[in-house]
């Protein structure tokens, strides 16, 4: 089964504009999301899905510059932004990752693809967020099979469904086999995704402190039980409603 990593990635973001482009610890916000994606073993590729608008050109740029491959598709329809870019790479299975998680994990990435390629009976989604976030948030990952990329985009008509790719089948239980993957203990007080300029300052100063990216989200963990007032950083900011 083809496995093809898709990262949703623009620089129109509201709230801190261009942060995929950002420096952090030396490289762009995006290129961290990329390398450490790139080390998950159960992915057979991993493509940035960008929008046609004029102000994600230097998105393709770097794409092109570092030899990633790249989709340009509908801004505010990520959904069909997702279908076609799935559909130029040949993927059987898509991951949906977002370019504002430069803490992903690789391991937890193969934690919800393995599932997703062992179901049996076969499994149409699995993720680490839905029924139950047990994972800091920062390290989502939705994995689904082509199949149940294409009925989505077929049959979700609303907007809101559009923007954000899987509530459709987060809302269609009776139509999609879905697993979650969870973790044994809740760490989902922990946000170590990046929407705004404190959330950057927090990823900034773990990028500090390893002086790499070769870290895992428990060696995260650990370092923030040594700097209890990292916590502190972005504990004020409230994640976006969909």
């Avoid at 610890?25 to 991993?46: F, N, W």
């Amino acid at each position: 089964m083809k496995t093809v990593a898709i990262i949703q990635a623009r620089c129109g973001s509201t709230r801190l504009p261009r942060k995929i482009l950002m420096d952090l610890g030396g490289q762009p916000m995006l290129a961290r999301v990329v390398a450490r994606l790139s080390r998950a073993e159960g992915l057979d590729m991993v493509v940035v899905a960008t929008t046609t608008d004029a102000g994600d050109d230097e998105v393709e740029t770097l794409c092109r510059g570092r030899n990633w491959a790249c989709y340009r598709g509908c801004r505010d329809d990520v959904l069909d932004r997702y279908y076609r870019a799935a559909q130029e790479y040949e993927a059987q299975a898509v991951v949906r990752v977002t370019g504002d998680c430069p803490l992903i994990d690789p391991g937890v990435v193969d934690l919800v693809v393995g599932r997703l390629h062992a179901g049996s009976p076969a499994v149409d989604y699995v993720s680490n967020i839905a029924p139950t976030r047990t994972y800091p948030r920062g390290l989502d990952t939705e994995a689904l099979t082509f199949a149940a990329l294409q009925r989505t985009w077929r049959e979700a008509k609303q907007p809101p469904l559009r923007e954000h790719v899987t509530p459709y089948i987060h809302q269609h239980p009776e139509l999609f086999v879905m697993q979650c993957v969870t973790h044994d203990r809740d760490f989902s007080r922990f946000r170590w995704t990046v929407d705004t300029a404190e959330d950057m300052e927090l990823a900034r100063r773990v990028y500090e402190h390893f002086g790499h990216d070769g870290f895992s989200w428990l060696d995260v963990l650990a370092a923030m039980e040594q700097h209890p007032r990292w916590q502190e950083i972005n504990s004020r900011v409230r994640q976006k409603e969909i």
